[in-house]
């Protein structure tokens, strides 16, 4: 079965005033990944809904509620799956009476599911419930009412492990967690996603430097899918490694388009995540529409010249800092990226120290052909790695 996004909400920052101390619910999606419908909400920090099933108008549902947690800017109403879901509501209380989340489910469609909690990137947490079909079931299994009002539950003090915790429905068998190490990645419909196992298996090129990155302590905090049925299905990741808060690896996958053409897997180790009053203040001024630029600036050629250069100046400074502090994360990740060239890695570092010129406040590098490798050094500096797989 295909994969698809089919919708993501926005983020808006915590309300002044109330549930200053409760979780932020900033974002959620629904996706379908194989046998999969995967909703994936984004929090702030750990924490652990309470999920129940029950029936509402004689209709089933499945309901992730966060007691006393505030709302970020979320939707009202995601889209269905067509297979289990038939659509997701969106409910948010008075300030800080917490966010309910519903699944409404076709009837008669026999169904597990099962939870899991994974550190994101920016000291984010994903909260992800998985349904899958049940086939095992003879009739849909009898819903049981939702839980009486309880306190919130305790927040952990670090994320839950990787493991699966599976959760069904009493009147049904238990489901056998699924351990990441014993999963085969051959195949598209036994991999996790999000899971290495799943990056192995888009970018098999890139198998050396994904085996390098997992044993240094990086893990994939976020992944996303593009596209729709009968079209191309394209993923991204965000691995995070909590030694080095300030830097990312980005991963994205591009299926061909068509015959003769390849798969294309970019992996991207960069410095988004660096903190500071410039790096906001550019992150700000990059939001700004062009009827916002039109207000402060008489043209757009006065907002590149006098407000984002001189901080991509100063971002090639800090990130120059950053990269160098680093430099041994660098340095890896360029000699499984291409480990044909060991000399490739000081090649790029010697970049990274050249004198920074306020006249040409970026510049990129190609310091590779096989694989292409570029070195970014406009605002936030970064590796790109490119890998073709030919079909």
């Known amino acids: 079965m295909g994969i698809f996004v089919l919708a993501l909400g926005g983020v808006l920052s915590p309300r002044m005033g109330w549930g200053a101390g409760a979780v932020e619910v900033r974002r959620l999606g629904l996706s379908k990944v194989g046998e999969n419908t995967l909703l994936t909400v984004v929090l702030d920090r750990p924490a652990e809904p309470r999920v129940t099933t029950a029936k509402t108008q004689g209709k089933p549902q499945l309901v992730v509620e966060f007691p006393q947690a505030r709302a970020g800017q979320l939707p009202t109403r995601l889209e269905g799956d067509d297979l289990l879901v038939q659509q997701v509501q969106i409910q948010r209380a008075a300030?800080?009476?917490?966010?309910?989340?519903?699944l409404d489910l076709f009837p008669d469609q026999p169904f597990a599911f099962w939870r899991q909690s994974r550190p994101g990137a920016g000291g984010q947490t994903l909260f992800i419930l998985g349904l899958k079909p049940d086939t095992s079931a003879r009739s849909l299994a009898q819903m049981r009412p939702p839980l009486p009002s309880e306190p919130a539950p305790a927040v952990p003090e670090s994320p839950p492990g990787p493991?699966?915790?599976p959760e069904r429905d009493s009147t049904q068998p238990p489901a056998e967690p699924i351990?990441?190490?014993?999963r085969p990645a051959p195949s598209a419909g036994n991999v996790v996603p999000g899971s290495f196992s799943e990056l192995q298996r888009l970018l098999p090129k890139a198998g050396t430097l994904l085996q390098s990155l997992e044993r240094d302590g990086w893990t994939v905090g976020e992944s996303h899918t593009y596209?729709?049925?009968g079209q191309r299905f394209s993923r991204d990741f965000v691995l995070s490694n909590p030694k080095y808060p300030e830097l990312a690896v980005k991963i994205a996958y591009l299926p061909a388009?068509?015959?003769?053409?390849?798969?294309i897997g970019i992996v991207s180790l960069c410095t988004d995540n660096i903190?500071?009053?410039?790096a906001a203040k550019y992150q700000n001024l990059r939001q700004w529409s062009f009827n916002r630029i039109k207000k402060d600036f008489e043209d757009i050629g006065d907002f590149f010249e006098?407000?984002?250069k001189p901080l991509r100046v100063k971002l090639r400074e800090e990130t120059k800092a950053l990269t160098l502090k680093d430099a041994a994360v660098f340095q890896n990740f360029l000699k499984a990226a291409c480990p044909g060239n060991p000399q490739l890695a000081d090649k790029v570092m010697s970049h990274v120290r050249e004198k920074v010129n306020p006249r040409f406040e970026g510049v990129q590098y190609t310091v590779s052909e096989n694989p292409l490798i570029i070195l970014n050094q406009v605002d936030f500096l970064y590796v790109k790695v490119y890998f073709l797989d030919s079909q």
């Open 227 to 229: 596209d729709r049925p």
């Open 306 to 308: 006098d407000a984002l």
């Open 257 to 263: 388009s068509g015959p003769g053409t390849p798969n």
């Open 275 to 278: 903190q500071g009053e410039t």
């Open 95 to 102: 300030p800080g009476g917490g966010v309910r989340i519903s």
């Open 163 to 165: 493991g699966l915790e």
């Open 179 to 182: 351990p990441e190490e014993s």
